[in-house]
Antibody
Framework: QVQLVQSGAEVKKPGASMKVSCQAS????????MHWVRQAPGQGLEWMGW????????NYAQNFEGRVTMTRDTSISTVYMELTRLKSDDTAVYFC???????????????WGQGTMVIVSP | EVVMTQSPATLSVSPGERITLSCRAS??????LAWYQQKPGQAPRLLIY???TRATGIPARFSGSGSGTEFTLTISSLQSEDFAVYYC????????FGGGTKVEI
């Protein structure tokens, strides 16, 4: 079945970097854009950006420009999201989410990873 | 930047009730709107896209309507498994989510 499996929880110090992976299975990896969305504890959803797994092209939300890098490894159907210069308010669950393809659904996120908890603490 | 506003923030209801959740966009987004359901400790699940099309496997009691700036999600007869937080999401340009509506008993 179609699924996205993310890497495990992490604890980081302020100023450090984090890198979360998201491995896709059950579909053609390069045919669907992948997005990253985060959710701080008890808060709503915040879009971070997308990567085109076919070309490697990216587009980042302004809030994260300069701190985030999204990459992919097509040989293992995996995308990565790296966030640098971590602060305490980067503590959140980070989700990868596949963008749908087809009429009307293009732009919506039809498949989500299980989430990766990242805690930033001294 | 399109701002999405959901109301109410919290809705206290009973099983079997019909409920309507609202989502307003700060400018027209045509029908580029999705709704998601999120339960504690889980990832969001796509319910509705294109403002009114149910995603695969979503029960018929969920329906979406609207276009432009005003959108609604209706649950015709609330089941126990429907108690959750619901988010709207515009994808007309830079993706943006609403703040969510918590549906509680």
């Amino acid at each position: 079945q179609v699924q996205l499996v993310q890497s495990g929880a992490e604890v980081k110090k302020p100023g450090a970097s984090m890198k979360v992976s998201c491995q896709a299975s059950g579909y053609t990896f390069t045919h669907y854009f992948m997005h990253w969305v985060r959710q701080a504890p008890g808060q709503g959803l915040e879009w971070m950006g997308w990567i085109n797994p076919h070309s490697g092209g990216t587009n980042y939300a302004q809030n994260f420009e300069g701190r985030v890098t999204m990459t992919r490894d097509t040989s293992i159907s995996t995308v990565y999201m790296e966030l640098t210069r971590l602060k305490s308010d980067d503590t959140a669950v980070y989700f990868c989410a596949r963008e749908g393809r087809g009429p009307l659904i293009e732009g919506a996120f039809d498949i989500w990873g299980q989430g990766t908890m990242v805690i930033v603490s001294p | 930047e399109v701002v999405m506003t959901q109301s109410p923030a919290t809705l206290s209801v009973s099983p079997g009730e019909r409920i309507t959740l609202s989502c307003r966009a700060s400018q027209s987004i045509s029908n580029n709107l999705a709704w998601y359901q999120q339960k504690p400790g889980q990832a969001p699940r796509l319910l509705i896209y294109g403002a009114s099309t149910r995603a695969t496997g979503i029960p018929a009691r969920f329906s979406g309507s609207g276009s432009g700036t005003e959108f609604t999600l209706t649950i015709s007869s609330l089941q126990s498994e429907d108690f959750a937080v619901y988010y709207c999401h515009q994808y007309s340009n830079w993706p943006r989510f609403g703040g969510g509506t918590k549906v509680e008993i």
